[in-house]
């Protein structure tokens, strides 16, 4: 039956739904019982004619109508007429039990199958296995369904990982930025306990004590502030709307404005075309990449913006002293900077989160003759 098989295969490679597969399938077992009916009632027919025909030809048709069989080939003939009859019964239950197996063991089972595993493999976490089933059917339909459902599973654990890492990132940079103020603060507290017990306490040196666990209370409720600031970035939610690539560089010429000891030169590499963008987003990105490398510059700074396909990418380039090794693994993570006075490094961090927010990522890299280069990258649609 593997020729069969391999010949309904081929019939049904084209696009065939459900319901025509199950036509065509009992379509052929009715074809299948006709010629086996057929073949059948003929064999019957001529061992009947063999055994009904006399030893002698007849001369007159008389004799056709009066002669009768042996009682002895009775009930062979009798059998001979009863398959003839029930044939057509038999094949026809035959052929349409075969048919319709056919069908459930290519059409139904297979697919079913497939699907079954691919669940078991979602439902264990592994999402890199492809749904797979082109048979043009509904079945096909519902194999792309449970694939796109495990890219989206794929895609939001990935985002979760992420998620789950930056959070790790923000939790040990909190952790150990906060062991500073406590720090002092317990220090001078049991300085001061100290001074007090052994009737030591000058008002200059409770004076000196005070500042500094004043200070280090304010760096422990700007740290607070930063956890806001950074959550809210989690929660922001994403205004695309439709607008011109142009409107970005009037923010860039503000900022220029706001900087005139140092020069900034800016490239364009786009066509100049209608996308569909979160403005004050990006807008935020190049504002803290250009303020960063304000900075940081000496005497000059370089931008270019470029566009390849759907993805707007940002590079930002002074000729500072550039980053170090350590700054290039470490200069996103949160309260990092070069030089922290006053503040706790939070632009690189915040233009790393709304770049991925945005579809895209933050790179940080050194130029070969000087100074350090940024690109944010933006998944955008036009």
């Not at 074809?31 to 009632?41: E, N």
């Not at 952790?175 to 009737?199: C, F, G, K, V």
């Not at 280090?216 to 607008?243: C, N």
């Not at 396909?309 to 170090?324: A, M, Q």
């Amino acid at each position: 039956m593997d020729w069969l098989d391999a010949g309904i295969a081929r019939l049904f490679a084209k696009r065939s739904s459900l319901d025509q597969s199950l036509f065509l399938y009992l379509l052929i077992g009715v074809l299948g019982v006709a010629f086996a009916t057929l073949i059948t009632v003929s064999i019957c027919v001529s061992w009947e004619r063999l055994i009904l025909m006399p030893d002698s030809e007849p001369t007159y048709f008389w004799a056709y109508l009066t002669w009768t069989p042996s009682s002895t080939s009775l009930p062979i003939i009798q059998l001979l007429e009863l398959v003839r009859q029930f044939a057509v019964f038999i094949y026809g239950f035959l052929g349409i039990f075969l048919a319709t197996k056919m069908f459930y063991r290519k059409r139904i089972l297979q697919p079913i199958t497939i699907l079954e595993k691919s669940i078991q493999q979602i439902e264990q976490g592994n999402y890199q296995q492809p749904v797979y089933y082109n048979t043009y059917d509904e079945f096909e339909k519902t194999s792309l369904g449970l694939d796109h459902l495990r890219i989206t599973l794929q895609a939001n654990e990935q985002k979760l990982n992420e998620m789950y890492h930056d959070q790790k990132k923000v939790n040990a940079a909190f952790s150990h930025d906060l062991r500073t103020p406590l720090a002092t603060i317990q220090n001078n507290l049991e300085l001061l306990e100290a001074y007090y017990e052994q009737d030591l306490l000058s008002p200059e040196a409770f004076e000196k004590a005070a500042v500094k666990i004043k200070n280090s209370i304010t760096r422990l409720s700007t740290f607070s502030e930063t956890m806001q600031q950074l959550q809210k970035l989690e929660d922001r939610p994403l205004h695309i709307t439709e607008q011109p690539l142009a409107l970005i560089e009037e923010n860039i010429q503000e900022l220029r404005r706001q900087h005139p000891d140092k020069a900034l030169l800016v490239t364009k590499e786009y066509p100049k075309l209608t996308a569909s963008y979160d403005l004050d987003l990006i807008n935020e990105v190049v504002e803290n990449l250009l303020n960063n490398a304000y900075r940081f510059a000496r005497k000059q700074l370089t931008m270019t913006i470029t566009l390849q396909e759907k993805l707007l990418i940002v590079y930002v380039k002074d000729d500072g002293p550039g980053f170090s090794k350590k700054e290039l693994i470490t200069a996103t993570e949160p309260y990092y900077s070069q030089n922290k006075n006053g503040h706790f490094g939070l632009g690189l961090t915040i233009a790393e989160a709304l770049t991925r927010k945005h579809g895209g990522n933050l790179k940080i890299a050194n130029s070969i003759d000087s100074g350090a280069i940024v690109s944010a990258v933006f998944s955008i649609t036009y």
